[in-house]
């Protein structure tokens, strides 16, 4: 057979797009699920947060009194700890979520956190129970763990099914908006107890306030999420195959066709939350600790950054759009990679001004990274096995690196400046710098996935005449929507139930 008959041959075979293929996004559903998702996501982060930001006081209620420095590192264990269930969490409540649904799992990830997070506020101090005080505080935050395990994977998940091929970064952006606005809830609330009570109190009982509040806050969370359907994409899922329900074990598939986009979502998780937890978690910790500065003027600085962080998330999103995925992802890793050190020469400094200049920098260097990953690690991954690959590799990165930054980064911190090294100081910023390199390498790998359909999915639109250009895109061989890994992909797969020859499709979705 000549190539040019073996071309036309491929031509012919190429599986059609249909309008039955194509999802038309409803932008009132839309934003409701885009505003569930992020809304949900904030309380979660926002019972993460409060632990985070109330470390130094934690160390002295729940363990024994002596070295605070000791203390604080025993606190910042009882944080890291949770990490190490997130995979546990990710690994039992991601594969449900692919085969229940995300919005099940997304209100139990919901409901789990609060409690976890409310029974902290109840646990007796250590000057009431001794040992078994630091014993209950771990039992909660590895609760917290394990429901924050399915959280973020989920999220994303639902986000990126939900909104359209064009504007994934978009609606995408607006989830790290939720996780920065828990973390302000929570950090706002910390820094006015700290303010209000006197020291005295606020060891006795005024501590509790911010984790009490997680009850009504999670019952809040869970009211908007059960109010959600379930993703088109998911539901398409479900009607087109019934292949993952015979499966004995997703994990199968999961680890012997996925695990180039796992490596690469293990890097990617890597940069992202080394450098989102450094900023957002251990700061704080950093400036009142390592660099003496007062409680609540350090958590008031890392507040303002969160807020103008806020203000940029959705451009950030819309950049992500317009140049890329990758474009973005290269931008944030070179920026800490390069700006890292200075930055934290100018957080150092004793001028609030200029220590606060530092900290934006850092913090709108990380917006290329939470405005741009909850777009691309979902579209790493087919539908089948979205949420829980994706819950997996994030959850095994964050409990690796992204996690262990502030125990990490604080051990070495009070190390080098015991052996009274001239750079102890300085060890957040190497630590950041060799993120980079790690992340960088990993966005090499990626796939540039900006305004192409999701694998295993069919091309979400705005409108109907969106969709009809799609189509005719799709109907030239030459084109680079076919000549994409979707398009390609697409085109080589099989609709075992001629999906919409007769099925008088009118071009809306089914949802």
């Known amino acids: 057979m000549s190539t040019s008959e073996s071309g036309e041959a491929r031509r012919k075979n190429r599986r059609a797009l249909t309008r039955h293929d ?30 985070a930001y109330l470390a130094t006081t934690l160390a002295r209620v729940f363990f024994p009194p002596g070295d605070i420095g000791l203390a604080t590192l025993a606190s910042l264990g009882a944080f890291t700890a949770a990490f190490l269930v997130r995979p546990i969490g990710g690994a039992i409540l991601g594969p449900l979520g692919d085969k229940i649904g995300r919005r099940s799992i997304l209100a139990l990830t919901m409901i789990v956190m609060a409690i976890g997070t409310l029974a902290i506020g109840l646990i007796p101090d ?41 504007r994934r970064g978009y609606a995408g952006s607006w989830l790290e908006f939720g996780t920065l606005s828990g973390y302000v809830l929570g950090a706002v609330i910390v820094t006015v107890i700290q303010f209000v009570f006197p020291e005295d109190v606020l060891l006795s009982w005024a501590w509790r306030i911010p984790f009490l509040l997680a009850g009504p806050l999670g019952l809040i969370g869970l009211y908007l999420r059960l109010r959600l359907e379930e993703t088109p994409a998911f539901k398409k899922q479900q009607q087109a195959s019934t292949e993952r329900e015979q499966e004995k074990t997703p994990f199968a598939r999961l680890f012997a066709q996925s695990w180039r986009p796992l490596l690469v979502c293990v890097g990617l998780v890597l940069v992202f939350n080394v450098s989102d937890y450094m900023l957002l978690t251990y700061m704080p910790t950093y400036l009142t600790g390592s660099l003496g500065r007062d409680a609540i003027s350090g958590l008031l600085i890392i507040i303002v950054v969160m807020v103008m962080l806020m203000t940029v998330m959705a451009t950030g999103g ?90 990490v980064t604080d051990a ?50 705005a409108s109907i005449e969106e969709g009809k250009f799609v189509m005719a895109q799709y109907a030239n061989p030459e084109s680079d929507m076919s000549q994409s890994d979707w398009g390609q992909d697409f085109a080589s797969s099989h609709d075992d139930d001629e999906i919409g020859k007769d099925h008088g499709d009118d071009g809306k979705d089914g949802t």
């Open 22 to 51: 194509i999802t038309v996004v409803d932008r009132a559903v839309l934003r409701r699920a885009v505003g569930a998702a992020a809304l949900g996501n904030a309380m979660e982060w926002y019972d993460f947060g409060v632990y």
């Open 126 to 166: 250590y000057a009431t129970i001794g040992i078994w005080a630091p014993i209950l505080l771990l039992i909660c935050r590895l609760v917290q763990g394990f429901s924050a395990g399915g959280e973020y994977g989920g999220a994303a998940t639902f986000i990126a099914e939900y909104s359209t091929d064009r």
């Open 318 to 407: 819309r950049l992500s759009d317009r140049f890329g995925r990758k474009p973005m992802l290269y931008v944030g890793c070179i920026g800490f990679f390069v700006l890292s050190w200075p930055a934290l020469k100018l957080i150092q400094s004793e001028n609030i001004v200029i220590s606060f200049s530092g900290l934006l920098i850092l913090g709108l260097i990380l917006v290329t990274f939470m405005s741009t990953m909850p777009a691309t690690l979902p579209a790493l991954f087919p539908t089948v096995i979205r949420y829980g690959a994706l819950a997996i590799a994030f959850n095994v990165s964050v409990s690796l690196f992204g996690g262990t930054t502030p125990l």
């Open 412 to 461: 070495l911190v009070q190390w080098a400046t015991d052996a009274h090294l001239p750079f102890a100081l300085d060890i957040p910023a190497f630590y950041l710098m060799a993120a980079a390199l790690i992340g960088a390498v990993a966005v090499f790998f990626t796939p540039e996935t900006a305004q192409t359909p999701l694998m295993g999915s069919g091309p979400a639109v």
